[in-house]
């Protein structure tokens, strides 16, 4: 049978992009289609523009922090808009170097929405195409909770365009998302409320991670309410929002940000139209090269289930070209030490297990590391932020399980570690690894005495 295309791919964000640009650099006719923007998530309403944000709300505490320095200045004011909307001029660059990415190898953009209407076929606004193979990368997608008034609510998809900054902001949440959003928005002056409904933020990070930053981002100015959940919200008539809590008080605010978590994007995808198959939680359910159900129909990226990072993404494309075009000796992508960064402030990087996983897997075999210090730029700042780094090490083997960190710069300093926990480096190893100095890193490498518990 003849087919439009070698390959189809429904979604372009940054797994749909990888994969049909690399698709097309080998030589096969690929189209790929997108309703929204190309780059996705990560680089339209996640990843980039959230890391411009965090840049920005740095500078403001760094008036402060200068002054003992001798360096005096005086923060005049913080001109939303122009944050805004120069991220906005930064993105729509980024889409038009996208752009060129996809098209300098040859792959066809179809602009509008894609259906799967059958094994080998999908439509878009109404115009039917055909592929060898079609994959689905259409990403997840925030969800508000559903309570009376959450329409007066957003998410991180319209955070990035606000018309203004209110005075005081609500951020609903304690994932990544939250936590990072409050950090911003307590940067740039806003009076930030964190509100999490269980007992401390950032589920699934080490417990020493999330109790310090916790204080840390405290420190910082953000107010965190812990066992607390917004029930009911009401608008009043100058625009302001009372949000009702679980405890029975009310905050009075200007803004109300959902992070309350992401679902995968599959409605209206057509999946049902091919029955494919999902997971309990609606995700695809997806075999170790990323085939559905349906042989001629693969999925990959936040829509499967995987860790939600881009660089996931980007790894299950390559390894999806690699199982198409070197074979099936290509071996399935494993999940194990995937570094990731937390961009609050102070910044959280973190690699392999946690204290609490290690200690489940390695009952009575694991020895703990960690240092607590004020780093050397804050000694004469005043500042009290203090930073935080923690090995976590397996006793019988001394091989190094997890890295953690809290602290300035702890993203780059992580992605460095990760490669020696991959490799698996014992402490011996970390210990015989000569320091930089002086920084904030070398204490990793210079951290002897184990903790006691
Ligand atoms: C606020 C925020 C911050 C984040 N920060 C980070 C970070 O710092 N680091 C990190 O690694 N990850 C981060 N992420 C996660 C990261 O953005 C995702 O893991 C990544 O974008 C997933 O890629 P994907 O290809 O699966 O989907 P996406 O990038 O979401 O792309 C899916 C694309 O499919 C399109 N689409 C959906 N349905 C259809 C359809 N039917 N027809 C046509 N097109 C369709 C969408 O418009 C979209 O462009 C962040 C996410 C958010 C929300």
């Excluded at 390959?7 to 990888?18: D, E, T, V, W, Y």
């Excluded at 978590?261 to 995700?283: D, Q, W, Y």
Aim: aromatic share 8%; glycine share 12%.
């Amino acid at each position: 049978m003849n087919f439009d295309y070698d390959l189809l791919i429904i979604g372009a964000g940054s797994g749909g992009i990888r994969l049909s640009r690399m698709a097309a650099t080998h030589g096969w006719k690929v189209a790929v289609v997108e309703e929204r923007y190309l780059g996705g998530t990560c680089v339209n309403v996640g990843c980039v523009p959230k890391k411009l944000f965090v840049y920005a709300s740095q500078y403001p505490a760094q008036f402060e922090q200068a002054k003992n320095y001798g360096i005096n200045g005086t923060l005049e004011s913080i001109h939303w808009p122009t944050l805004r909307d120069n991220k906005t001029k930064e993105i729509n660059r980024l889409n038009g170097i996208y752009k060129n990415l996809l098209e300098g190898p040859g792959v066809t953009i179809i602009d509008g929405r894609g259906q799967i209407t059958g094994a080998n076929s999908v439509a878009v606004d109404g115009k039917a195409y055909t592929a060898e193979r079609i994959v689905i990368a259409t990403g997840g997608w925030p969800f508000k909770p559903e309570i009376e008034g959450a329409e007066y609510g957003f998410t991180s998809n319209e955070a990035f365009f606000l018309d203004e900054l209110p005075q005081r902001m609500v951020v609903v949440g304690g994932g990544y998302i939250a936590v990072e959003f409050a950090g911003i928005f307590n940067g740039l002056g806003v009076d930030t409320h964190l509100l999490y409904r269980g007992e401390q933020i950032l589920r699934g990070f080490d417990q020493d991670v999330r109790d310090f930053v916790s204080e840390q981002v405290t420190e910082q100015g953000v107010n965190i309410h812990t066992n607390t959940d917004v029930v009911k919200i009401e608008k009043q008539t100058d625009g302001m929002l009372i949000c009702h809590l679980n405890n029975g008080e009310t905050l009075t605010c200007g803004g109300v940000m959902f992070a309350t978590g992401r679902k995968p994007l599959t409605e209206g995808v057509g999946l049902e139209s091919v029955g494919i198959e999902l997971n309990n939680n609606g995700t695809i359910k997806t075999d170790g090269m990323f085939g559905t159900n349906v042989p001629s129909i693969y999925a990959l990226g936040d829509v499967i289930g995987t860790p939600e990072l881009t660089p996931v993404a980007l790894a299950q494309a390559m390894k999806l070209l690699a199982h198409w075009f070197n074979g099936d000796n290509v071996l399935p992508l494993t999940y194990e030490n995937i570094p990731t960064a937390v961009f609050c402030q102070p910044n959280i990087g973190t690699v392999g297990l946690s204290e609490e996983q290690a200690r489940e897997k390695y009952p009575e075999d694991i020895t703990i590391f960690d240092s607590n210090f004020r780093a050397m730029r804050h000694t004469i700042t005043g500042e009290t932020t203090r930073t935080y780094m923690k090995l976590v090490v397996q006793t019988s083997t001394d091989i190094v399980l997890g890295a953690h960190m809290v602290g300035d710069e702890a993203g780059e300093i992580i992605q460095g570690l990760a490669v020696a926990i991959k490799a698996g480096a014992t402490k011996a190893i970390f210990d015989s690894t000569i320091g930089i100095h002086p920084t904030a890193a070398e204490e990793f490498v210079t951290m002897r005495t184990a903790r006691s518990n």
